[in-house]
Structure formats: C-alpha cells, structure tokens
C-alpha cells in the first residue's frame, strides 16, 4: 500500500461505489407485489403502448361499437360481357318410313303323304330382300317307328335357302321352324315332306318381311 500512489487509491473508491451502488438498485427493482393498488394511473402509462393481446377478452369485446345504419344502395354494375355460343349439335339421321306390310300365309291343318315333297304355303311377292320365317307343328301317323318329316323354305322354284326337320314317333307333337334372308324375284314356297310313313302338319305360317335399305 505504501507504493499507491493518491490517484490510485481515489480510482479504487470510486469503483467499489460504482459497484456498491449497482447492486443495491438491481435489489430494489420494483415489481407488482411493490405497488399499491390504485396508485397507477393513465399518467405513469406510455402513450400507445397498451396492445389488445394485453387486454381481457371482455373488456375488447366491451370496446365494439353498435352496428351503424345500413348505407345506401350501389349504382348498378355495368351489363356483362355475353358468353360465346355453343357449337350446333349433330342433326341425327332420318327417321325410317312406317312399316312395310309382310307377306304372309298360313294353314291350320295340312296332310303329308308318305316321301313326297308337297307345298303347303306359298307367296307371290314384289321383287327384293326378305327375311322369310316359317314354323309348324308336325305329327306322325306312322306307328311301327319314328317318322322324318322335313320342312325347306323355297325361292323361285331354284333354292332352298333354310330347311328343319324332326325325328316325330306316333301321334306326338315337334315344333319345325326355319329363317333365312334371301333376294327373292316373285315366288316364296313352303314344301314339308314325310319320309317314312304319313303325317300331318298343325299351325303351319310362311311370312316374308321387306328388308329396307339403311337410308344415308
């Protein structure tokens, strides 16, 4: 200490005030448990520092003012662009004429003689495409066996375009019936033949329907 020089020693107080002085008013901070209810008023409060995170729910709410009267009217808005047309739809095809009247015959009852071929229907028709359908029902009178009886749609005397046939025991019914599409010039005939005793066809039609050409 001897060798101190006066600037020194007046260095050193002064510092440990300094320090001294620090801690005494970092132990005196005021918080809320210090203050006295009532005591702060707007005055001690900054200027616009009070932010509505820091405010009751209630109490921002309380601040909401009643509705206002409901203003006037707008001026009309301005008429809108008009949209683009559609495209024009596809015009479908041409209706079909009405139906053409088919040619048909039929026969209640018709008798087959033993293994010949014999016409029971026929018909004259107008040149073109026909779908032809024929059916009948058959039955044997030949008693010794099964009896063959076949029928064949015939055009123009010149093809058989179709032909059913059945194996018919004694006095039992079989169902004959053929189709076919054929050009026709005039003549559509039925021929039914019973190959192995006599027969009988019951119900017997032959009907010719005109085929019309698909219109463009």
Known sequence: MGNLRPSTIIAAIVLF??????????????NGKKIKPGTVTAKQIKNKTITKAKLAPSAVKSLKGAAGETGPAG????TGAAGATGATGVTGAAGADGIVQPYSDEKLDYALPNGEFTTPLTLDVAPGEYLITAKANAISHYSSGTNLIECTIWTDETDGVDRAMTDSTYNDYFNLSATAVADVDELIELRCVAWDGTGALKDVKLVAQ???AAQS
């Open 17 to 30: 005030i300094v320090i001294g002085g620090t801690a005494t008013a970092a132990s005196g901070l005021i």
């Open 75 to 78: 001026a009309k808005g301005a």
């Open 210 to 212: 005109p085929i019309q």
